[in-house]
């Protein structure tokens, strides 16, 4: 992925944040506007200006890493299922979601493993 040298973080994070999550990740940052404005700019900048737009991984393989890391976890379901969809905007299929899910039962557990294809059930039925 190429980088726009006069782009700046802010506005590098804010393309990125809508090609990957859409609609979906513009919610997130409404949600802050009332509370916590400056934090918007910290995740328009930082994961998506900075580290989402790196070279090295597709953005389908961040997508890959980042459902995993949050299925892992166990306890971040709203940012599992808006990553979910971003997955599917970034070209995931359902089965490759799945895959990702059913291994996450060998390193972090069933219980995450389940509670990662019930985020997953979710999504998918919400289309």
Do not use: K
């Not at 995993?68 to 808006?82: D, H, I």
């Not at 359902?94 to 069933?110: P, S």
Request: charged share 25%; hydrophobic share 45%; net charge negative.
């Amino acid at each position: 992925m190429t980088q726009d040298n006069h782009e700046t973080r802010n506005e590098r994070g804010r393309r990125l944040l809508a090609q990957i999550d859409g609609e979906a990740g513009q919610a997130v940052i409404d949600s802050l506007a009332d509370i916590a404005p400056d934090f918007a700019d910290v995740l328009f900048e930082f994961p998506f200006g900075d580290i989402y737009a790196r070279p090295g991984l597709s953005l389908r393989d961040r997508e890959i890493a980042t459902i995993a890391a949050l299925t892992a976890m166990g306890n971040a379901r709203p940012q599992l299922e808006v990553h979910l969809r971003a997955g599917l905007n970034v070209g995931l299929t359902r089965q490759e979601i799945v895959e990702v899910l059913m291994q996450m039962a060998v390193y972090a557990g069933f219980p995450a493993a389940l509670n990662g294809i019930a985020a997953a059930r979710a999504v998918f039925r919400d289309g």
